[in-house]
């Protein structure tokens, strides 16, 4: 896989150098620790950090910390409930609806703060490698966030409707004990989308990929050109891609459930 590390350095003759090979910080158990895994792992703790301090001690009146997220979290609850049209339902997917969209808008957020790819040290051939970088510009990551939705998707459908109701929508055998045009284009369809099923993990990784990547390249690039001017916007612009691309991602996992439990005709 591949991540944007080092997006872009002073080359020795001032250019722009742009680097898609993963940075290699160290090891850990002989597994190679990367600058946008460790970016991952300080999101999480700063999260539950977060999630602690917000729910530590909830009060019957509420303060603004705690009215702010129950008002977040309420809301983002009642339209799960209402997509999906059954409560036992929304409370069965919702943490993992809204553990997708958190952890994406943190590691979003947390890699836009600035420094995050300053801090770091050079290696043996004088390469500046940061210890923390945007972890959304990492393929191994986004790929990860697709799995976690594909798989709960897949088994909502499967726990909704039944195994073999839910496979009926992709493989139709039909038309081998009755062939005929209607049953033919069934099977044809059935292929289809199972085709565009197991699409959605190239599609789910690499939107969110390809618009963190192009967001980092473009604050690298403005900040190299004019960089006490333009980066201001394109940095606020970014502050708002974060959060909808979260808000994309974890959106498009609550409609594919829905249709997952839709009973095939």
Do not use: C
């Amino acid at each position: 896989m591949f991540s944007l590390i080092n997006t872009a350095h002073a080359a020795s003759e001032g250019g722009i150098a742009v680097h898609l090979a993963p940075t290699v910080i160290g090891e850990f158990f002989g597994v190679g620790v990367t600058s946008t895994m460790l970016t991952v792992w300080v999101s999480m703790v700063l999260i539950a950090l977060l999630a602690y301090v917000a729910g530590k001690n909830p009060q019957m009146i509420p303060g603004k910390l705690q009215n702010f997220f129950e008002i977040v979290i309420g809301g983002a609850y009642d339209y799960v409930k209402d997509v999906l049209e059954d409560k036992k339902v929304a409370d069965k997917y919702f943490p993992v609806i809204m553990t997708i969209f958190i952890f994406i808008l943190g590691i979003n957020w947390i890699g836009l703060i600035p420094g995050v790819a300053s801090v770091g040290f050079y290696d043996a051939e004088h390469h500046f490698v940061p210890l923390l970088y945007p972890a959304a510009t990492d393929l191994n990551v986004t790929i990860g966030f697709a799995i976690v939705a594909f798989f709960t998707i897949e088994l909502a459908g499967v726990l909704g409707i039944g195994l073999w109701k839910y496979a009926g929508k992709f493989i139709n055998l039909r038309f081998l004990r009755k062939p005929n045009f209607d049953n033919i284009l069934a099977f044809i369809i059935g292929l289809i989308e199972l085709i565009s099923e197991l699409a959605r993990l190239v599609s789910f990784s690499f939107r969110l990929f390809g618009n963190i990547f192009a967001g980092k390249t473009l604050l690298v690039v403005a900040m190299f050109f004019i960089p006490y001017v333009i980066p201001i916007p394109i940095y606020a612009y970014e502050l708002f891609v974060g959060v909808i691309q979260a808000t994309v991602f974890a959106i498009l996992t609550l409609f594919f459930i829905k249709l997952a439990l839709e009973e095939p005709h």
